[in-house]
């Protein structure tokens, strides 16, 4: 079983930082590609930023810039660095993950609350 766990999460004043990490563990043969999405409240979930395992980044246009996602293969875990927080980048994260061979995988989600 595999599992995704994020976490670094919480409450932000804009412009302030947040880190956000994301942990898999279990069987894990290797992660082809993570990603970081989000969900606001009534909206539907969108990509935030993505990493192969070959590094290379996709960023939503409305991130680039601020976000940076990195990724440690050896320890598989991800990570979504977010400097100049905005209030429209209140949200729920969730991690993804393509693992060969067992497929897509989701973590629970952390909450990032930005205010004005």
């Known amino acids: 079983q595999v599992q995704l766990v994020e976490s670094g999460g919480g409450l932000v004043q804009a412009g302030g930082s947040l880190r956000l990490s994301c942990a898999a563990s279990?069987?894990?043969?290797?992660?082809?590609?993570m990603g970081w999405y989000r969900q606001a409240p009534g909206k539907q979930r969108e990509l935030v930023a993505s990493i192969t395992s070959g590094a290379s980044t996709n960023y939503a246009d409305s991130v680039k810039g601020r976000f940076t996602i990195s990724r440690d293969n050896a320890k598989n875990t991800m990570y979504l660095q977010m400097n100049s927080l905005k209030p429209e980048d209140t949200a729920v994260y969730y991690c993804?993950?393509?693992?060969?061979?067992?497929?897509?995988?989701w973590g629970k989600g952390t909450l990032v609350t930005v205010s004005s």
């Open positions: 993804n993950a393509h693992i060969v061979v067992l497929g897509d995988y």
């Open positions: 279990g069987t894990i043969s290797s992660i082809a590609y």
